[in-house]
């Protein structure tokens, strides 16, 4: 199942987002996940490891039929204050989920996987309730500013203690055991480590480096695509199921 946030973390976590870096974030990442989902109003999403319901606020926005899931009691009641009746909420592991098969027409794992024992499980998972897509934001393993957070939490208390980073490349990796040769398509947002936040609005206007692999954050939607198997059956066996056929329907 991974690490479960405790009060203390769950706090950690909200005061991080409430921060200036964590708004930061917050409004790029947001941004990134529109542009590589591009929902629809009305579409079914499930947000796996919701903690305290950001993204729930920003597809509630939207239009779409929200549901939030974490493991952590703590998240969910945070989350569940801050949108009421907005959406439904469900306690439950990312590695089993609690839904039915082709439940949601989109699914979202946002920095989730980072805490996660078994993330190819949690990918699996995503991908058998999803219809259509499934969007993985993660932090960047070759980001200088996730690196000297994971750093700097040696010696602090930090959620991003607990956390394993991922690259691009180790991310594609996953969805392709999970999922196949599916259509991705990725993203990134650049926020640079504390000694460095003065830059942090001249980077922002550059987008290239939407398209640049060593972002602080890394997004990528992946399509679900599916094949129908089918059993050929030389023409002999054919001619034999369809003469037993006639034969048993026969009123003689």
């Excluded at 690490?3 to 200036?20: C, G, M, N, T």
């Excluded at 206007?205 to 198997?229: A, I, Q």
Aim: with cysteine; net charge positive.
């Amino acid at each position: 199942m991974g690490h479960i946030f405790d009060v203390k973390l769950a706090r950690l976590y909200e005061a991080w987002q409430k921060s200036p870096e964590g708004i930061l974030f917050d409004r790029l990442s947001s941004k990134l996940i529109v542009r590589l989902l591009r929902p629809k109003k009305g579409e079914r999403v499930l947000d796996i490891g919701c903690g305290t319901g950001n993204h729930l606020l920003l597809f509630n926005r939207l239009g779409l039929d929200v549901t939030g899931l974490d493991a952590s009691p703590y998240m969910l009641d945070i989350a569940k204050s801050r949108l009421g009746n907005k959406a439904s909420f469900k306690i439950g592991s990312a590695e089993d989920l609690p839904f039915e098969d082709n439940e949601f027409d989109v699914t979202t794992l946002i920095i989730t996987l980072e805490f996660l024992d078994n993330p190819l499980a949690a990918l699996s998972e995503a991908g058998r309730v999803t219809k259509n897509k499934v969007f993985i934001g993660v932090l960047n393993g070759l980001s200088l500013g996730c690196v000297s957070k994971k750093i700097y939490s040696l010696f602090s208390n930090s959620i991003f203690r607990e956390t394993h980073l991922f690259t691009l490349w180790g991310l594609k990796g996953y969805v392709k055991k999970a999922y196949g040769n599916v259509p991705m398509e990725w993203g990134s947002i650049q926020i640079m480590p504390f000694f460095l936040k003065k830059y942090n609005k001249q980077i922002e206007r550059l987008s290239l480096l939407e398209s640049y692999p060593f972002g602080t954050f890394l997004g990528l939607s992946s399509t679900m695509t599916y094949t129908l198997k089918t059993e050929n059956l030389i023409i002999t066996k054919k001619l034999k199921k369809r003469a037993e056929s006639l034969i048993s329907s026969s009123p003689f």
